[in-house]
């Protein structure tokens, strides 16, 4: 890797530099890789790597510095913990995130190479409170000049609460446009990271009953329907249906009126009426 990097320094004072608020997720990456590398996650991790995501975004390789006080105000962290307490969280999640891999194929005269990269390069957090990520050179493919991707505001998923709901967020905004999605049952066990003590009675209570209440606000007319195939002995479950009113491909993520946006969120919970999963 060449030394000779720019130092991309995420800064309010420099308009060309803030924050971003929108996270465009490679497909590839959301539909094959996230699902395994994101296993065993907490919320907490997966706010950061959203944070992360937003900000390497067509960055290339450069080192990227991101302040620890921007971190908190997008994750709406209210916890009462110490700056370093929460220094020492993240690094946590960090060192969790450096060891990511991808499969890439390359084709080299008449063979094909198969390789396995890491997605991060370096990560670290200093002592002025700023975390530091750079993207390796061979897996920036995934975070530039994309030709497909899922797009969706970081701050709406941040502010749901579970693991669950934050995950099938960022799967359902892939078919935003569409306004359906269909999972198999293993498929949204993979997706979701299901245990497997989990029967479907778990899965309605600690799973998708309290989900759809987290996701009506920002899916209108969301329902999640059961899907079951007929057998000699009744009917077995084998995936779930989760439909809303398609958006339009140009609605805005973000950029319009605070007050408009949560009269619309409201309005989309008061007019819900499948907030219980159907039988």
Do not use: C
Not at 2 to 31: A, C, G, Y
Not at 152 to 160: C, G, P
């Amino acid at each position: 890797m060449s030394e000779e990097l720019n130092l991309i320094e995420i800064s309010d004072e420099d308009q060309n530099k803030k924050l971003s608020t929108i996270v465009k997720m490679d497909n590839d990456l959301l539909v094959k890789g996230f699902p395994n590398f994101s296993k065993k996650w907490t919320p907490f991790d997966i706010d950061w790597w959203n944070i992360i995501d937003s900000q390497v975004l067509d960055q290339k390789d450069n080192l990227i510095k991101i302040p620890i006080s921007k971190v908190k105000e997008l994750m709406y962290f209210r916890k009462h913990i110490t700056n370093d307490e929460f220094i020492k969280k993240s690094n946590d999640t960090l060192k969790k995130f450096m060891t990511i891999q991808a499969s890439l194929e390359q084709e080299d005269g008449d063979k094909k190479i198969y390789m396995n990269v890491n997605i991060f390069s370096q990560s670290y957090i200093d002592t002025d409170y700023n975390a530091w990520i750079r993207v390796s050179p061979q897996a920036t493919k995934y975070f530039n000049n994309l030709s497909q991707w899922t797009r969706f505001a970081l701050e709406q998923a941040t502010r749901l609460h579970t693991s669950y709901s934050k995950k099938l967020f960022m799967y359902l905004k892939q078919w935003r446009t569409v306004g359906k999605k269909t999972f198999t049952l293993e498929e949204f066990r993979n997706a979701l990271d299901v245990p497997k003590s989990y029967r479907p009675g778990s899965i309605d209570q600690k799973i998708l009953n309290p989900t759809a209440e987290y996701l009506a606000p920002y899916f209108m007319n969301f329902r999640i329907t059961k899907n079951y195939s007929k057998g000699i002995r009744g009917r077995k479950l084998i995936g779930y249906t989760f439909t809303f009113r398609p958006e339009s491909k140009t609605q805005k993520d973000v950029g319009y009126n605070k007050r408009i946006e949560e009269i619309t969120h409201l309005y989309s919970i008061m007019t819900n009426t499948f907030l219980k999963v159907a039988r």
